[in-house]
Nanobody, 128 residues
Framework: QVQLVEAGGGWVQVGGALRLSCAAS????????MAWFRQAPGKEREVVAA????????YYAESVKGRFTISRDNAKNTVYVQMNSLQPEDTAVYYC?????????????????????WGQGTPVTVSS
């Protein structure tokens, strides 16, 4: 089992920045990838960004490319997403997810069903 705890959400003005963190504990040695998803009110969950734990290769949703950066700290078993130039449409609950073991080819990293563990979510509100 892997436990995920997100932190860093909150309220920010349009154009501002936030950094979310997700600390993993438990059986983390077999982590293949971690990702951030988000779900806005009345909308389906969507991927924000993902990172393969060993390789460090990343995936970004088109809507956040150039504004968000995903990174990881292997020693701390923590994944981050730095979110800059935030817009009202970024308002959502942000969830951290982890996949243990296996392999995910290409952009399948963006598919929520690939992930085995999920955090409880942290809300982000962007307004003027």
């Amino acid at each position: 089992q892997v436990q995920l705890v997100e932190a860093g959400g909150g309220w920010v003005q349009v154009g501002g920045a936030l950094r979310l963190s997700c600390a993993a504990s438990g059986r983390t040695s077999s982590t293949y990838a971690m990702a951030w998803f988000r779900q806005a009110p009345g909308k389906e969950r969507e991927v924000v960004a993902a990172i393969r734990w060993s390789l460090g290769s990343t995936y970004y949703a088109e809507s956040v490319k150039g504004r968000f950066t995903i990174s990881r700290d292997n020693a701390k078993n923590t994944v981050y997403v730095q979110m800059n130039s935030l817009q009202p449409e970024d308002t959502a609950v942000y969830y951290c997810a982890a996949k243990s073991g296996g392999f995910v080819f290409g952009n399948l990293l963006a598919v929520g069903a690939q992930y085995d563990y999920w955090g409880q979510g942290t809300p982000v509100t962007v307004s003027s």
